[in-house]
């Protein structure tokens, strides 16, 4: 059964995806900031209330509000600065001199739009190593 809100407790985070939540619980700990999970359950089972719901919250006493969000600001910085370095590479040999195509993308989402058939992303592969000419 999920947990209430506490009346000591604020959300210091709202995730759709309950393992982002766990992540974000899990790096407040790491800072030896106590936090619980409200609704990780009920959204685990089903997914579609999360926007319905508000998400899994991530709920810290309130005397530990503002260190949890200045730690969890850091944490989705270096989250963004992550994904923007994974994206940036060729995931077979790690160079950056990568070619995207953008039309090609633009294509992909006309013929999703068009046919509302999301399973043209699965031909959506705009992206070509310079280097090694691998395509993802
Ligand atoms: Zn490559």
Redesign the pocket.
């Known amino acids: 059964m999920d947990m209430a809100i506490q009346k000591n407790q604020i959300i210091a985070g709202a995730f759709r995806e309950p393992i982002d939540a766990r992540l974000a619980k899990l790096y407040l700990e790491g800072e030896n900031i106590h936090s619980e999970l409200v609704d990780e359950h009920t959204v685990a089972i089903q997914p579609l209330y999360s926007p319905a719901i508000g998400g899994v919250k991530l709920l810290v006493d309130s005397s530990d509000y503002e260190h949890a969000k200045r730690v969890l600001d850091g944490y989705y910085e270096k989250q963004m600065r992550y994904r923007e370095h994974i994206e940036s590479?060729?995931?077979?040999?790690?160079?950056q001199?990568?070619n995207r195509n953008t039309l090609f993308r633009s294509v992909i989402v006309l013929l999703c739009l068009l046919t509302a058939n999301p399973l043209w992303l699965l031909l959506y592969k705009d992206r070509r190593?310079?280097?090694?000419?691998?395509v993802w």
């Open positions: 590479q060729c995931p077979a040999c790690q160079s001199e990568i190593c310079k280097v090694c000419k691998h």
